[in-house]
């Protein structure tokens, strides 16, 4: 048998690394080497995960000892994994969100010489639910389109990235971009709304783990598509999919569809 994946926990002490810690530990096709915690963490030297002890990126020369570095973290924690894994070559495997566009520049850059699997959402619902939004954006083009989406009180961005990656998939549907279509939720918004635009609107509180509403509204009827997670545990197992499947794969920037579209 081939020896387990060696895998690196970048945002290791948040809430989805502790998820993805918790669920590592007992899959055999991984084993632990490097649990990160951002520069300002007090809870390194105190905390052990695994048999791993928690570390900085800034202490890590990027050496050769890890196949895949999945990555929780924020922009900062990104763009310092995206650095670890060019200088040792490991597979990065990320679903940090809220991202400028110039980190996602670097993303698509680095995917010219690592493999790179970027997800807004790991869960397998919500891949359906981009699917059947999609199709139902383009077959309604003029029907106002909402998304509505709510998370826990903590949550740095908004919309969320899997609220906007559902706005890119509707647009897609009907043939247009994004930027061509959104309408942003603004204080003293009047008049008539523009037929086929993408709304969004947020909800942030308690402990909302990820919902997200697509309502297509028409004149006297409307079709509302959801997905709710109650457990984070779902993107952690998504995720460690994904690590399993792009180690050792080419250089690229995959997707979760790529990941889905082996297993079906
Ligand atoms: P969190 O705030 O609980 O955890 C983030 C952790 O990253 C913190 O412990 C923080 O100390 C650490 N960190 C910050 N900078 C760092 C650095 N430079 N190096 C190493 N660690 C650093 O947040 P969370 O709820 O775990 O979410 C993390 C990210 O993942 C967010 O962007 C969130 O939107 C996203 N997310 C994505 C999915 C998905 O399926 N793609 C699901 C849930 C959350």
Redesign the pocket.
Known sequence: MSRPVRLAI??A?????LALLDLARDDKRFELVRA????S?GRLGKAVYGDVSPM??ADWSGDGDVDVVID???P??LL?AIERCEASGAALVT????LSPAIEERLAKAGESIAVLR?????LGVAVLTRLLREAAAALPGWDLDIVEAHHD????AP??TALALGHAAAAGRGATLDELAVYAREGRTGPRKAGTIGFAVVRGGDIV?EHQALLMGQGERIELGHRATD?SI?AR??LEAAAWITGRAPGAWTIEDVIAAKV
Not at 13 to 17: D, E, I, P, V
Not at 36 to 39: F, G
Not at 95 to 98: F, N
Not at 119 to 123: E, I, Y
């Open positions: 970048s945002g002490s948040g809430r989805m690394g990160i915690v951002s520069p963490s900085r990126f929780f973290s924020g900062d924690g310092a679903g940090t969100t809220g997800a807004a959402n790991f869960s903590r949550k740095e961005d969320s990235g990820g984070r993107f998504g995720a």
